[in-house]
């Protein structure tokens, strides 16, 4: 099975900061990486998918980039409404598999 | 608008079975392959199984393989994940996920969640 990894586990900033969370896969993945947010009592938001595709409705300070097993999701002036939980999601061939999440609190 | 609502949840003791649902609409079903996740208290996201929309391919975490069979009624509109022997480490809250792209088998993420059922397992 495919891993994931996240770092960091948990991430202190401050509105307005730029926040970069890193995920690596075990093995390469190509381009078949998605990142999710969650707020506490609620369902996953997909927000990047195939690596750096931006959902529709997204807001555009949240972008993605990487390929094989190394990707990164930015966030270009974290707002209020960020703070939340951060997932990537691997989904080559199969499986899927999810990283551990990244905890986004204020600072 | 694109709706997926989950049903089913409740509260088993170890070793029983429960049937979970979820019922879709405002998309044309059958052409989507549809998800199960679970999230443990407190935890983070797990792929529990997939099925590919047309031809019902299947697919499970290790985890649950052998204990949980996901299926879907095209006619119903409708996705379901039954489950037994069910064990403490089951309980979750379980969300089913519509895949972002049409007519694939696996090359998809999931673009829409319901808000999940929670499934307990204790004695």
């Known amino acids: 099975d495919i891993q994931m990894t996240q770092s960091p586990s948990t991430l202190s900033a401050s509105v307005g900061d730029r926040v970069t969370i890193t995920c690596r896969a075990s093995?390469?993945?190509?381009?078949?990486l998605a990142w999710y947010q969650q707020k506490p009592g609620k369902a996953p938001k997909l927000l990047i998918y195939?690596?750096?595709s931006l959902e529709s409705g997204v807001p555009s300070r949240f972008s993605g980039s990487g390929s094989g097993t190394e990707f990164s999701l930015i966030i270009s002036g974290l707002q209020a409404d960020d703070f939340a939980t951060y997932y990537c999601?691997?989904?080559?061939?199969?499986?899927?598999?999810f990283g551990q999440g990244t905890k986004v609190e204020i600072k | 608008e694109v709706q997926l609502v989950e049903s089913g949840g409740g509260l088993v003791q170890p070793g029983g079975s429960l049937r979970l649902s979820c019922a879709a609409s405002?998309?044309?079903?059958?052409?989507?392959?549809m998800t199960w996740v679970r999230q443990a208290p407190g935890k983070g996201l797990e792929w529990v199984s997939s099925?590919?929309?047309?031809?019902?391919?299947?697919y499970y975490a290790e985890s649950v393989q052998g204990r949980f069979t996901i299926s879907r009624d095209n006619s119903k509109n409708t996705l379901y994940l039954q489950m037994i022997s069910l064990r403490a480490g089951d309980t979750a809250v379980y969300y089913c996920?519509?895949?972002?792209?049409?007519?694939?088998?696996?090359?998809?993420?999931?673009?829409?969640w319901g808000k999940g059922t929670t499934v307990t397992v204790s004695s």
């Open positions: 996920a519509k895949a972002n792209v049409a007519f694939t088998q696996y090359s998809y993420c999931m673009d829409v």
């Open positions: 405002g998309f044309t079903f059958t052409n989507y392959a």
């Open positions: 099925i590919s929309g047309s031809d019902g391919s299947t």
């Open positions: 093995q390469s993945v190509s381009a078949w």
């Open positions: 195939k690596a750096s």
């Open positions: 999601q691997q989904y080559n061939r199969y499986s899927r598999t």
